[in-house]
Structures are given as structure tokens and as C-alpha cells.
């Protein structure tokens, strides 16, 4: 799903060798066209925040902290990934806000092993 | 293809129901819907089933409690537009001449709290991405952001669907809501309200279909059903894309010009629609998506009170999801039995003065989008 390097952290996503279009996470083929000619492709870090609310409860299967910033974020390339945000004050997002890609902890598993997540952060926090 | 007709409907009250299995609740609408029609053991020749949660054979099981099994039995899953799908099913055996008379009826028994659905993935659920309001919360941000819709038109939407529901006696809540308390009801995922959302909740409807017109005959003039293209990543397959939103049509968009054209009707012909109102902005885009407003012009729509009783167009006179929560399966033959009770003029107090072209429309995650038309 992603490249956890704190410097050059990265979405793992596909390109469309077809019709040119991006995907994320990668798939087999392209989501649009069916072309079986996709590439690996990396996205991040740096995107722009589009649409953006705050989970206020637990969703199934989350161990992370709630309440926790959710959105859409615009990637270069016009590529839309919906993703957790670092910031949970919905007072504090607004739509154009600079994101910046992280890959976190986001809690402990059963065998005491952190569970990495990613997550974007605003820029300015 | 000959014209397919509605011999008989029949309802279980949507709710909670702790001590009622799913079985009961189908049997209860199966059995109302059969003895209305007039129609025993053999009266039918297929059967199909709308419904999510109940699991292996579901509708088998309520046939077999009433001594109807033998006939095939299909049990149909296309998330919130199951009944829907299992209805375009039944209407296509009907309208082709392979049966004369096919049972159609949905169920559900939604489990309580925060629904696990397998439809997310463990690392989605892991990344909390597995929550389902915030998706409605997003597509009513963008309907914001995009258009004049307001926080204030939100809480309107769900003030109309409520008044609605008052008279409805198969609906969960039957209380008159002010715009003033669902916009002071605890924030879910702005911009949403708690009462601005519908619960999931349990419920049974049932429809028979026939070749042959009976009593008042309600036509089924057309059921069509659309899944999605690739795009649009606030979809209702959100999240299976997280790619980008080039234009393309909704699923709903799809269905309704496929349904319109085969009824020969346009959204000026209709009297009265029961539409998809999983929380205050589906409803508007809804409207939006079956042309029933201009693109972009929901929030007017909202202001100038359409879809009220009374308006030219009233949208869920049954009071909606809103009113009656959503019971999967249920959902979509619910609206197709309060439309046919429109059509038959026997809708009581919630009735549509001279209503004689109706529309249904269910859509959700796949996605899928089920709209229907009904005339008299």
C-alpha cells in the first residue's frame, strides 16, 4: 500500500499505460478501462485537502485514537484518495488545505507489533 | 414484452423487533402479499428474495415455513437496492412470458450498533476507512461546496421526511421533527446530524407480480438496474476506487434514463416518488440524479419546499428512510408497496391526490441503483 520511508514516504498506486488514468491502491487492471497494462506508481507526498469531516465514533475494525480527521485528498496528477487526517478539529480544515503524506503507527496488534497506517497532515500543524 | 401488473402487496412494519426472527418478518409480508393477490400453494412459479444479512437460503426458508417451497427460489444481494434488483428480476420473468405469476419480497434484520459490512476489507477497516457516515458526511460536504445547499437545507429535508412519516403507520419514528431540533442533535460527521441520518433497522415487504390485471391494476411499467462506472470517488462504491473523479454518470443517473425510456415517461410525467434518502443529502442528490431538480439546483429545490405533500411533486410521502429506517432488503418493495397503495388511491392520509405515475429508487453499495416506475 504504501513506502513506509519517513524522508520519501509514498502511496503504491497504478497507472494506466491505456487510457492514462491513476488508481490506489494498485489493481491487476485499470479500474476505467479494463486495459490489462498498468504500472507501479507512486503518489505523495504532497497533496491538497478537497472534502474533509471528523469520525466522531469507532468504526469497525479501527484500533486507532477517535475522534480522527477523514477525507479526500487531491494528489498531483488529479489522482482522489480518501484517507484518515492527522488533524481532528474540523474547525482547523478547510477545502485547498496542503496535506502532507505520513506513514504512522497507528496502534499496537495483539503480538505487541505496531501496525503502520498512512495518514496526511496539514502542513501548517 | 407484455405488461406486468401488481396482484398483490404486503408489509411488515419497519422497526425493531427483538423477539421476531427474519423468517417471521418475511413470512408476515409473504402471507399478507399472497392473500391479497388471491394466490395459494401454486399460484406462482418463481420466487426471489432481496436481503443482505440474513444469510444462507433466507428466502427458502421462509417459503419452506409456509408450505410454498418447490418452485426456484433465488435470493438476490445488491446492497441497498436488493429488493430492487430482485424486483427487475421477477418483472423480467413476468414481462417475457416465462412465468405468469412471480413472488418478490425482501427482508432484513440489520444487526445494531456500528454495522461491520465485508464489503471493507480488513486494511480499510484497520485504516478507518470502514466509516460509513463519513462517506454521506463527504458527498454532502461536496453538494456544499459545489452548490448552494445548506446546512439549513439539510435539516429541511429531514423536517419534510419526518412531517411525512407521522401518517405512516409502517414507519419507526412517527414524530414531527423541527428544522431547529435536527440541527441541535448531536454532530455525527459534519456537516451531519444525527437526525439527519436514517437508522438501519428491520423490516418485510412483499409484492406478487402477474401477467394478469386485477381490481385496480397498477402496471409495473419499468425496473431498471444500474451498477457503476469506474469514478466518481464519493460514489456509493466509494471506497473501492480512491481514483480520480472524471465526470461519468451515477448509477442512478443510468437507471432512471434506462427506466424512463422504457416507461415512456419523462420526471414531469411522475405524481409522486419514493427516493433513496439514506441521510438529508442523498436526498437532494437524488433528486438531482433523476432529474427531478436541475444539477446544482437541490438547494433550491430544498427552499421552495419541493417534495413536499401538497407540491407538485411530492417526494416520500411515506416519510422515507427518514421516518422508517432501512431495512436492506426491505427497503426498495417497501416503496413499491406504498407507491401501489398511491396508485390504488388507498394511501390514507398520505395519499397523492389523482396519482397515476409513480417512481422508486433505491441505490447504495456495489453500487448499484435500482429505479422503478409504476402506472395506473
Known sequence: LFVADPEAPRLIGGSCQVCGKS??????????????????????????????TVVTSRPPGYRGPVPYGFGVVELPGGLLVVSRLAESRFDCLRPGL???????????????????????RPEAS | VRPVYV???????????????????????????????GVGRGGFQAAFCGTVYSGVAAGHKVLTSLGLSGVPIVNVEAGCASGGAALALAAAQVGSGQHDRVLVFGMEKMPRGIIRSSFFEPWREEAGLAATPAYFALRAQRLMLESDVTLADLARVSEKNHRHGVANPYAMYRKAISADEILASPVVCEPLRLLMLCSPNEGAAAVVLSATPTGTPVRVAAVALRSHLGGSVLGEHTPMSGAADHPVPAPTEMAARD???????????????????????????????LGLCPKGGGGRWVRDGGGEMGARLP??????????????????????VELTWQLRGAADQRQVAGARVALAHTVGRGANACVAVLTR
Open chain 1, 23 to 52: 488508481h490506489f491502491p494498485r489493481g491487476p487492471v485499470c479500474p476505467y478501462c479494463g486495459a490489462d497494462a498498468c504500472v507501479e506508481a507512486r503518489f505523495g507526498p504532497d497533496g491538497r485537502l478537497a472534502l474533509f
Open chain 1, 98 to 120: 496542503a496535506v502532507r503524506l505520513a506513514i504512522e503507527p497507528l496502534f499496537t496488534d495483539e503480538e505487541e507489533r505496531p501496525v503502520l497506517a498512512w495518514v496526511f
Open chain 2, 7 to 37: 396482484a398483490g402487496v404486503g408489509i411488515h412494519a419497519f422497526g425493531r423487533f427483538s423477539d421476531t426472527s427474519v423468517t417471521a418478518l418475511g413470512t408476515h409480508a409473504v402471507r399478507a402479499a399472497l392473500k391479497e393477490a
Open chain 2, 259 to 289: 427506466a424512463y425510456e422504457a416507461a415512456g415517461v419523462s420526471p414531469a410525467d411522475l405524481d409522486v416518488v419514493e427516493l433513496q434518502d439514506t441521510d438529508s443529502g442523498r436526498e437532494i442528490l437524488s433528486a438531482e440524479e
Open chain 2, 315 to 336: 417526494v416520500n410521502p411515506s416519510g422515507g428512510l427518514l421516518s422508517k429506517g432501512e431495512p436492506l432488503g426491505a427497503s426498495a418493495l417497501g416503496q413499491i
